[in-house]
């Protein structure tokens, strides 16, 4: 999405990028975006929770992930040192983009 110029799902521009989008990353991310349309939220963000799940691991979002495997590992977040905030992950039974395995 930052080859296009793409900053946010469903906001300003949206209609713009979305044949680009659709044509790139095909019909299933054209469908759901009537789950977008809610409320615009940023691409990094999106590309992170991917990241996140084609590593199996939670990382620092990484800038140059799509320029080969040394670029695709970064530190961990380290849960372990929050002590009074409790933590809880939400997800859906048809979440796309985090799965339930």
């Known amino acids: 999405m930052d080859l296009i110029g793409l900053t946010s799902m469903s906001g300003q521009n949206w209609e713009q990028y979305k044949p680009e989008i659709c044509a790139h990353l ?48 970064t530190s961990d977040i380290p849960l372990g040192n929050i002590k009074k905030t409790p933590i809880a992950v939400f997800y859906g039974d048809a979440d796309r983009v985090c799965p339930m395995d």
């Not at 299933?28 to 990241?51: D, Y």
């Open 26 to 73: 095909g019909r299933m991310w054209c469908e759901q975006e009537t789950v977008w349309n809610q409320e615009p939220f940023s691409s990094k963000a999106l590309a992170h929770f991917f990241q996140n799940g084609i590593e199996g691991r939670f990382q620092e979002y990484a800038e140059n992930y799509t320029l080969g495997k040394d670029n695709r590992i």
